[in-house]
């Protein structure tokens, strides 16, 4: 029986149908495989006969090797019989599913990634103002600072006794001298004694400048020119390198910040002074006041003159 089940598959008969010479004589040989298929099958029709359901397959196969045994016998070639492939369908749904799959993944990569990022950007901006706060609170604490400094600067002591040397000796005896009171009913010409203490320092007799100028500003206290008068002093003193002197003279010319036009001066001689007795943050704390009060006003050399003090000190801002 499996000998004749063998015979009647497609397999069998195309193989039948391969091995003759001549594709004339491939039909007459399919036929006989047939017909000795047939004969074969008959001892078993018996038994087939028992089972209506074995018996209508049995026929159906049949029919379909004659059909392809006669169309093999009409058209000279072998008729191939191939495995129905997958339903196109049920792969066109297959690779849908799957494309929806590999997109389902790259979405809930890119969510992910997009809840990392906004984790750090959250840790980034809670770091950022950590750092504000902490920035704002130094400023704080140096603005402090400066104030503080400004304060000590804007009222300095008195100047120290003068050491040796000439222009020193001057000065105290001019200091300690006594101070005649100022009465304009007694006509006293301040114009004049102010424009004879400037000759002095311009003809660079600065030890009689300072003397000069000391009897000025201790004679008119409340003169107009006294602010001035105390700026010229410092200008004796710096040029003479007495830079704790000059610091206390140019203090007191800027004492109330006046809007005068040698007031930006004073200012970055006071800070160049004060650097020369190492006092930097006071210096510095000078130099800002500059630029607060007197930069827009300042001529271009002065601000020039302010930034490379500035630069030179290493002052912060």
């Given at each position: 029986m499996a000998s004749m089940m063998?015979?009647?598959?497609?397999?069998?008969l195309r193989a039948v149908a391969r091995r003759p010479a001549r594709r004339r004589?491939?039909?007459?040989?399919?036929?006989?495989?047939l017909m000795a298929c047939s004969s074969l099958a008959i001892p078993g029709l018996g038994r087939a006969a028992e089972?209506?359901?074995?018996?209508?397959?049995?026929?159906?196969?049949?029919?379909?090797?004659?059909?392809i045994v006669f169309q093999a016998r009409d058209t000279g070639h072998p008729v191939?019989?191939?495995?129905?492939?997958?339903d196109p369908a049920v792969t066109a749904l297959t690779q849908r599913v799957d494309?929806?799959?590999?997109?389902?993944?790259?979405?809930?990569?890119?969510?992910?990634?997009?809840?990392?990022?906004?984790?750090?950007?959250r840790s980034g901006m809670e770091a950022d103002r950590s750092d504000r706060t902490t920035q704002i609170q130094a400023l704080t604490d140096r603005l402090a600072r400066?104030?503080?400094?400004?304060?000590?600067v804007s009222s300095p002591p008195p100047p120290p006794p003068a050491p040796d040397g000439k222009g020193r000796r001057q000065a105290s005896a001019a200091a300690a001298a006594p101070v005649p009171s100022a009465?304009?009913?007694?006509?006293?010409?301040t114009v004049g004694e102010f424009k004879t203490a400037r000759t002095l320092l311009a003809s660079g007799d600065y030890g009689g400048a300072s003397q000069a100028f000391q009897a000025f500003v201790g004679t008119h206290p409340a003169d107009p020119k006294t602010p001035e008068a105390f700026y010229w002093l410092g200008?004796?003193?710096?040029?003479?390198?007495?830079?704790?002197?000059?610091?206390?003279?140019?203090?007191?010319?800027?004492?109330?910040?006046?809007?005068?036009?040698?007031?930006?001066?004073?200012?970055?001689?006071?800070?160049?002074?004060?650097?020369?007795?190492?006092?930097?943050?006071?210096?510095?704390?000078a130099l800002g006041e500059f630029a607060r009060r007197y930069e827009k006003t300042a001529t271009p050399s002065a601000r020039t003159r302010a930034a490379q003090t500035k630069e030179k000190l290493g002052c912060a801002g």
């Open positions: 063998e015979c009647m598959r497609p397999e069998g004589l491939a039909a007459a040989a399919a036929v006989g495989t089972d209506p359901a074995r018996v209508d397959r049995l026929e159906k196969q049949i029919r379909e090797l004659r059909a191939e019989v191939k495995d129905a492939g997958p494309d929806l799959e590999a997109t389902l993944r790259k979405l809930q990569g890119g969510n992910e990634q997009s809840t990392h990022d906004v984790e750090q950007l400066v104030e503080s400094q400004l304060a000590t009465d304009p009913a007694a006509g006293v010409d200008e004796s003193y710096s040029v003479r390198d007495l830079n704790g002197d000059a610091t206390s003279a140019y203090a007191r010319a800027l004492k109330g910040w006046p809007k005068t036009p040698w007031a930006p001066d004073a200012v970055i001689k006071l800070s160049r002074a004060l650097a020369a007795t190492q006092r930097n943050p006071e210096a510095c704390a």
